[in-house]
Structures are given as C-alpha cells and as structure tokens.
C-alpha cells in the first residue's frame, strides 16, 4: 500500500515548487512536479521594441540575475546580425563567470548545505579537534579553536532561546544526517562567512553594468565605457578593483567551497547511487572566445548525452523546428493547434488556461493538466539541463581542462565516473565546474587588460541600433548557460516591434511535468527509487530537488488560507 506525501512549497529555491510523491515500502514509487506560479513575460512583450525586452526579462528572477538580460540581447542581435565588439564579449563572459562562482557558492552553502548539514548537531563539536580538522583539508586563517568556539557559543544561544532564526524549522536530527559534529560546524561555520562573501563578488556587477540585482546590458555590446583617466567610466582603479574581488572569490572557492564539497560528500557514499534520473543531458554551451556564432569557441562546449552513454555526444540545434518543442498536454496552458501537439520555440504560444483547483491544493489531478510549467522535449526525450549535464558533455568530449578537474575529484572520492549520475553527483559537478570558471574569469580579465593596452576601447556595435537598418521580418535566439542550465529565447520581430517571444529556461526543462506519453521529466524521474527514513520529515526530497537548483521565477498571486484571493503585486 503507497502512502501520498505532498512538499508544498519546497523551500529554498526561487519560486514556488510542489512536489507529490508516492511512497511504498519506504521508497518513493512515483512522484509529480508542479509549478504554482506563473508570470506571461511573454505577454509583456508583445509589441514593443526588441532593444527593450532585456530589461523586462530580466526581472524573471534575481537568484540567477543578468542571465535573461544576455540571452535577450543575445536573441535580438542574432536576428538583426549584430556582432558585439571583443571588449564587450569579455566583459559579459566576465559578469557570467562572475554569476557563476557568485551562485554556485551560494546554492552549495544556503540553499543545499543544510540537507547534509545538521546545524543543531554542531553544538556537540570540539572546537580544537574541529579547527585540526579544517586545517588538514584547507589553509583558510579562520580556523583556529577559538573562532570555532565563539561561533559555537553563538548558535547556542539561539538554540536556547528556542529561536533558531533562519535555521528554524529544519529537520535537525534527522537519521539521514551522518556528518560527524565537527564537520557540521566547519559547514556552518563557512555557510555564514559565505553570507559575508557573497555581497562582495556581486560589485563587478555593479562596476560593469551599473547596481545588481539586474545590472545594465545593451544590444550591441555593453552599457558602459572604458577611460583609464576618466571618474565617470571603466577606470584603471575600477579594472584593478574588479581583479581584486576575482581573485578573493578564487581563494575562497578554493579554499572554503571546493575542501567543504568534498569533506561532505565523502561521509555520503550511498548517494551517489540516488536520483540519478533520466540519464540524458542537453548543454548549449557558452562562454564564446570568437564570437557568440563560432561554437567551437565555447570554453562550455556543447552537446546532448542520451542514456548516459559518454561514448557518443550528439549535436544539438536550437534552430531546427524538429529539435526543441514544447508540449502542454499536463499544463495549464492552451495551444490553437490543439493540446497533443508540440511547438518549436518560434512559432510558440503562450495562452493560459487554467482549469485546476484553487491553492490551497488537497492533491492535484495528475489524470489532467497540473502544472504553470510547459514540457519541453529535444528530438521527445525528456532532457536534465544544468552542471552535471555541462561536465558530462566536457568530459565526454575528451575536453582536458575538464577531465582534470572530473578525474581528481573522482579519485579524492574514490568513486568511478558513474557516481556522477546521481544526486550527489549533480551537486559535484555544480563545485567542480566552479574551479573552471574562476580559471577562465581570470582569462577573460587579463584579455580584457591587454586590450585596453593596445588601445581597444570599444564596448558596443551601434550601426544597426537604428530600426531603419532593421529588415522588415526578423527571427532569433539567445541561447546560454545560466547556472542552472540550458537557457534560450527566442525572439520574432515584424515591423520593428516584437511579434513573438518565448523563454524556455532551465527549471522548464528540469521540473516540467510528464508529457502525453507519460514520460517523466528530470525532477520526476530523480526522485522515484529515493528513500524516505521519515515520511513526516522527507529530507531526502529535498537533497534530491535541491541538487538541481530549481528557479521557478517570482510569483505574483497571493491566497488566504481558504484560497481567497487577497492581493496581487504588480510589476514591470
């Protein structure tokens, strides 16, 4: 007999996820993912003016900020051939890299930490043995017993006043939780420094494109210009800055992030046989090093791995009708062509309807529609997106620099390749491809500095910003790797205004319900097979739905606990 349990909303994330599973014998049999928000950007955009949807788009999220703005600007220079000059491809590679170590340390320590983390646990610690601990697998200064201590003293007054503060509510003691003390004060210890990091990597956002969150872009390049002497512009002491707050977010991820990662995951060895899922992972790669047209060049590269066959990297298309379509059969949307059909990308619809029951939700139909979310598929595979998928193209397509950095965690591990797909593999990857940003960060800086050297000053291609270049009809899309995976928009353009426009982000692909096939999508299918200690406390659901970093976007309803509807926030 299964037992129904419901995890509504998943906490930690941004948005508003919920997640159905059923349970039998202690493990999950089946499970549902739905998505109970819903935003229609797209229907912002229609009809206005292309150079304008970056700063609409924007605003989908702010955990995951500048990635929209550039695949938007990306889309409208792809339809209207605009090539950026180099010192504006390096800077936005830069403001990516910088996201990246941003986000990716962010998600390992205040997102997904406290489910291998048991904060209350670490009252129980030896401040000397903790500090000899940290400092056999790291050369970070703030180890020594008494900053262990005073933390320590710290947190128990917390606990003691019964106030737990932003660790209320958490499923400490948990049997699943096998860290020993002294390890779960080190990760709390580095989960509050990183609160304190976090804010100072995000200024090269601010010193390229203005404030972050949403920091400035521009079609054509970049809002922002480069004078060594001159105090309003990119000046020599803003470049020095900007390499300072590189290389501090270097030392940090490599002396707090990448020791941590791997620390814990060591005491979790049966987790690199769970929530595995699909097995098959679409990349569409970024970071160009030629231009944003010469794939090749991508330090990310592309590709597409089918039943986790690392033998064979298959080529994708984000172009080809046949390639991407979004299907709606499990979602509260509508298409004119009918509900069974798919829809690529450019011809896509965005027409709401909604036939579901009101929140509060007892359990959803999942007979019918049940989700905000639509169903992605590439060639009707269902696709994981994100940075297991990223490392397994890389490594699979012999790329060195990513063997290195694969192979030496696997052996510090002492685990075969296959470990990777998992739950704890995919919270790897998310570490290990940090180590290669911060690599490439420090390249695109130091090309940027040479530049400016030898006189470049450019920052934007302007001759076709004019609608009068433009042609009548236009079409096309911005790909790229937000943190948590493929990303693309895809723009069509008629008499200079935006016609149509679609956003297929990562969290589409990975938490989209099942399509008309009943095949499930990544967030689904991780989950089936996971233990579940404590059907009360299902821990395990959120390592698993956490290892992905689901962003479903800002909601924009809100509901009384009967359903009623009690305000709306408008924005844009």
Not at 467 to 477: E, L, Y
Request: charged share 25%; hydrophobic share 35%.
């Amino acid at each position: 007999m299964s037992t129904r349990i419901v995890v509504d909303p998943i906490t930690r994330i941004e948005g508003h996820l919920r997640i159905e599973a059923d349970i039998e014998d202690g493990k999950i049999k089946d499970a549902y993912s739905s998505g109970t928000m819903v935003r229609l950007l797209e229907k912002i955009l229609l009809g206005r003016d292309p150079r304008d949807a970056w700063a609409f788009v924007g605003r989908a999220c702010g955990v995951c900020t500048t990635v929209h703005s550039l695949a938007s600007c990306r889309s409208v220079e792809d339809a209207l051939d605009i090539v950026v000059p180099p010192n504006a491809e390096l800077v936005r590679n830069i403001m990516f890299a910088t996201q990246y170590m941003h986000d990716h340390t962010v998600h390992f320590y205040h997102l997904h930490a406290l489910d291998w983390v048991d904060v209350v646990d670490a009252l129980n610690a030896d401040p000397k043995k903790t500090s000899e601990l940290a400092q056999s697998i790291s050369h970070w200064p703030k180890s020594s017993p008494g900053y262990f201590s005073d933390l320590q003293k710290r947190i128990k007054k917390f606990v003691e006043s019964g106030q737990l503060g932003i660790f209320a509510n958490g499923y400490w003691g948990h049997p699943a939780y096998k860290l020993p003390s002294e390890v779960n004060l080190i990760g709390l210890a580095h989960y509050l420094e990183a609160l304190e990091w976090q804010k100072e990597i995000v200024k090269v956002h601010t010193i390229f494109g203005g404030k972050n969150p949403h920091p400035n872009y521009l079609v054509g390049g970049m809002a922002c210009s480069i004078g060594l002497d001159d105090a309003s512009a990119i000046n020599a002491e803003r470049l020095a800055y900007v390499g300072t707050l590189l290389q501090q977010g270097k030392e940090f991820i490599e002396q707090v992030y990448i020791p941590d990662l791997l620390a814990i995951a060591s005491f979790y060895p049966e987790w690199t046989k769970i929530g595995g899922g699909l097995g098959n992972y679409l990349v569409y790669g970024d970071l160009p090093t030629n231009g944003y047209r010469d794939e090749s060049s991508f330090k990310l590269p592309s590709g597409v791995i089918l039943n986790k066959n690392l033998n064979e990297v298959l080529d994708a298309d984000v172009r080809d009708n046949d390639e991407i379509q979004e299907f709606i059969h499990n979602s509260w949307y509508e298409y004119s062509t009918g509900d069974e059909s798919g829809l690529h990308p450019w011809k896509g619809e965005t027409n709401l309807k909604y036939t579901g029951p009101k929140p509060p939700y007892d359990h959803l139909n999942f007979d019918e529609k049940y989700s905000y979310l639509k169903t992605p598929r590439w060639k009707g595979h269902a696709m994981e997106v994100g940075p297991l998928a990223r490392m397994l193209v890389g490594y699979a397509r012999g790329r060195e620099d990513f063997k290195e950095v694969v192979d030496s965690a696997l052996s510090k591990l002492n685990v075969p390749a296959t470990a990777l797909f998992s739950t704890l593999g995919r919270t790897a990857a998310r570490g290990l491809e940090t180590q290669l940003i911060i690599q490439w960060a420090m390249e695109f800086y130091e090309q940027l500095l040479t530049n400016i050297r030898n006189g470049d000053t450019r920052m934007a291609d302007t001759s076709k910003f004019d609608p009068k270049h433009w042609p009548d009809q236009a079409q096309g899309v911005g790909h790229m790797e937000a943190p948590r995976g493929a990303l693309a928009h895809w723009i069509v353009i008629e008499d200079k205004k935006i016609k149509n426009y679609q956003m297929v982000v990562p969290s589409t692909w990975n938490a989209s319900p099942r399509d008309a096939n009943g095949k499930l999508s990544a967030y689904e299918s991780s989950l089936v097979d996971t233990p579940v200690a404590n059907e009360e406390q299902p821990l395990e659901i959120l390592r698993t739905i956490h290892s992905f970093d689901p962003c479903m976007a800002c909601a924009v309803h809100l509901y009384d606990e009967e359903g009623k509807h009690i305000s709306q926030v408008k924005v844009l």
